[in-house]
């Protein structure tokens, strides 16, 4: 268990560039005690707490249960009804192992209730929030939920009960912004590879938002100018190091750092494929037990005030923005390819405890282009038997019709033209990679078939989930089997 592991970090490293931040109050359950994190009771009798002092403006329910039996709390806040409020969704604790991510969202509720300087938000901003997402995970301080899902892989797929719970209270609630909270590893295997003696991450918080070109370029520009842009000078204001999120992987056997996110399987692309606001926050904490624990939970914080601030003032232009989005009908990017270059990073040296900068190769997808395009349907048609994909577009918030007599319609087919099953199961799934040839075609289609208009908001992540060669599609992560030479019981309808 993470919880376990020796701590990485010197004190060194500590008392040079993450000191705690004393100022903290001593108001959640975590920072009352010494040892260890928030536990399932504690929670509840904190979440009880606040309803019992402000019954007014905030209510607690439960969206479902892990996997062990724990009911999974949301907490909704406002202090006026009103149609004119922008809806903000918060989630922490999505990984188990990330134990500031659900302690800044409790003293986040706090403060919104108790802090005559932010409660005022109440009345122009309305809040869903889960503060702890995972909680099977976060109880035993590990990445996954019970069943060895990471719920961050999962959000197309949706194989886990808390991914469908979570999803579908997302959708309930409609947000015009999503934000997941998260922590980082800053002690990553591949950075002993770097410099002397190794490097660690020098940022305090990363922000992960989408390079999807599927996303309305108008959100994509208004997430980074708008909400990224002001928290990017909170957290400079506080002292505080960011940068746009940034991971090692290998290629070709050589390290190089990913950049952005353009995976539908994850929050950060899957939220703003539904046009909205998103942004999944990393701070710099895992695998660190609680060495700099307030530091976390205050840029935690600062994050989360930043971006309720951002979207109070900006409501009007937010949703003015979302409904454009809604009504754009680009040409579908079914895949697309990241920019690769050299750019030069910070970091800190782990022998001579300075910073450094290190010149790196960057898998930009932030900055991705396009490689398979297709035209844009009016519509999508299911075959009446496909009940569990078509399950899984409903708790997306897809709004989905059936043909109410047979009917004959002109579509565009798919048939696997080349394919490939992995054989080495990914997130308990045997992926599939194929090509499929377009085939126009005449069919008779019974009563009962699924007909999905694209005219809707969340247009956007039906065609990632229904295009068979986008990487988090239906198809690509196996939930709809197929093999060569065979037609997919989905269809496109062009005219």
């Known amino acids: 268990m993470a919880f376990a592991q020796l701590n990485p970090q010197s004190k060194k490293v500590t008392k040079s560039f993450f000191p705690e931040y004393e100022a903290l109050e001593n108001i959640t359950p975590a920072l009352q005690k010494k040892k260890g994190f928030t536990d399932y009771e504690e929670l509840m009798v904190f979440l009880n707490a606040l309803v019992a002092q402000h019954a007014n403006v905030i209510k607690l329910s439960f969206i479902g249960e892990s996997q062990k039996g724990k009911k999974i709390p949301l907490v909704h806040l406002t202090a006026t009804n009103s149609d004119e409020k922008i809806k903000v969704w918060m989630q922490g604790g999505l990984h188990g192992n990330e134990p500031a991510s659900s302690e800044g969202m409790l003293y986040l509720l706090h403060q919104l209730l108790n802090n005559p300087k932010y409660s005022a938000l109440l009345n122009t901003v309305e809040i869903a929030m889960v503060p702890m997402a995972n909680i099977d995970g976060y109880l035993e301080q590990d990445r996954y939920a019970a069943n060895g899902l990471d719920l961050n892989r999962d959000q197309t797929k949706l194989m886990a009960q808390e991914s469908v719970s979570l999803k579908q209270a997302f959708t309930n609630f409609n947000p015009e912004v999503g934000l997941d909270f998260h922590e980082y590893r800053p002690y990553r295997k591949d950075f002993a590879q770097f410099s002397d003696f190794g490097i660690t991450s020098l940022y305090d918080a990363m922000f992960l938002y989408t390079g999807n070109l599927n996303v309305p370029k108008n959100l994509r520009i208004l997430t980074d100018t708008l909400f990224v842009e002001n928290a990017r000078q909170t957290l400079d204001k506080n002292g505080l190091k960011h ?227 986008a990487p988090n599609s239906f198809v690509s992560f196996g939930v709809l089997e197929t093999e060569k030479e065979a037609y997919l019981p989905i269809y496109r309808i062009t005219k």
């Open 243 to 469: 940068h746009d999120y940034i991971s090692t992987g290998k290629f070709g056997g050589e390290i190089h750092f990913n950049q952005g996110s353009t995976n539908a399987r994850s929050s950060a692309t899957n939220y703003a494929l539904t046009n909205t606001i998103s942004t999944l926050f990393e701070i710099r904490g895992v695998g660190i037990g609680r060495t700099s624990f307030k530091r976390r939970i205050h840029t935690t914080f600062l994050l989360a005030i930043s971006y309720l601030e951002t979207a109070s003032i900006n409501s009007m232009l937010v949703k003015k923005e979302i409904k454009k989005a809604t009504e754009q009908q680009n040409d579908i990017v079914v895949t697309s390819k990241k920019t690769i270059e050299k750019r030069t990073i910070e970091t800190i040296d782990l022998d001579t405890n300075e910073i450094i900068e290190l010149d790196v190769t960057i898998r930009d997808g932030l900055r991705s282009h396009a490689d398979l395009v297709r035209k844009r349907p009016i519509a999508y048609l299911v075959d009446a038997n496909q009940t569990e994909i078509v399950k899984k577009l409903k708790t997306l918030g897809v709004i989905i019709e059936t043909l109410i007599e047979d009917q004959r319609i002109e579509v565009e087919t798919y048939k696997i033209s080349e394919y490939k099953r992995d054989s080495k199961k990914y997130e308990k799934m045997n992926r599939q990679t194929v090509k499929t040839e377009i085939e126009t075609k005449n069919i008779q289609f019974p009563k009962g078939t699924y007909k999905i208009n694209i005219d809707q908001r969340r247009s956007n992540i039906i065609l990632e989930v229904l295009e068979p060669e």
